[in-house]
């Protein structure tokens, strides 16, 4: 099994700030990484995929990067509506997908 | 625009099963797998196997392997997730999910459906 670790559990950032948020995986997965949202009552949102490419029309201060075993969302400028929980997601290896156990972003 | 509109809300007995549906709307239903997720009050997300029904071939997490079985209908355009022999823990949302990658068991999740509560309660 694939172990998907998130750092930190929670993410205190003032608006208008960078956040940077880190997803380590316990054996190398390639770039079959995505990073989702979720909002509190809503299902998860698809960010990225494949570590660096954003889903159609998520806006560009959502960046990823990282391959193998360490990876990276940032959010360049936060805005009001980016405070939220993040996950990341391996889709490497069936039959077991797995996903991190998220870092919440709150407002600082 | 893809659509995955899911099951209402559940409250079973322990011990019993519950089955949930997920209908897809726009796309190729057949060629795309759809998985099941689930989150537990305040808890992460959890995978519990899917199902791409071209092949007809399902896949599961080994935890939940002999309690699950996730099955497609195409005439209507509908996954399902069975989950037996119930307990407490397994009160959670669950949530469909279609894989972007057309015949493609591997792949992200681009649409997600609304989640359906099952409360697990005697």
């Known amino acids: 099994e694939i172990v998907m670790t998130q750092s930190p559990a929670t993410l205190s950032v003032s608006p208008g700030e960078r956040a940077t948020l880190s997803c380590r995986a316990s054996q190398s997965i390639s770039s079959n990484l995505a990073w989702y949202q979720q909002k509190p009552g809503q299902a998860p949102r698809l960010l990225i995929y494949?570590?660096?490419t954003r889903a159609t029309g998520i806006p560009v201060r959502f960046s990823g990067s990282g391959s193998g075993t360490e990876f990276t969302l940032t959010i360049s400028s936060l805005q009001s509506e980016d405070f939220a929980v993040y996950y990341c997601h391996q889709y490497k290896n069936l039959p077991l997908y797995t996903f991190g156990q998220g870092t919440k972003l709150e407002i600082k | 625009q893809v659509q995955l509109v899911q099951s209402g809300a559940e409250v079973k007995q322990p011990g019993s099963s519950v089955k949930v549906s997920c209908k897809v709307s726009?796309?190729?239903?057949?060629?795309?797998?759809i998985s099941w997720v689930r989150q537990a009050p305040g808890q992460g997300l959890e995978w519990l196997g899917g199902i791409i029904q071209i092949y007809n071939m399902a896949n599961y997490e080994e935890k939940f392997q002999d309690r699950v079985t996730i099955t497609a209908d195409e005439s209507t355009s509908t996954a399902y997730m069975e989950l037996r022999s119930l307990r407490s823990e397994d009160t959670a949302v669950y949530y469909c999910?279609?894989?972007?990658?057309?015949?493609?068991?591997?792949?992200?999740?681009?649409?997600w459906g609304q989640g359906t509560l099952v409360t697990v309660s005697s």
């Open positions: 999910a279609r894989g972007a990658l057309q015949f493609k068991e591997l792949s992200y999740f681009d649409s």
């Open positions: 726009g796309g190729t239903f057949s060629s795309y797998a």
């Open positions: 494949d570590a660096s």
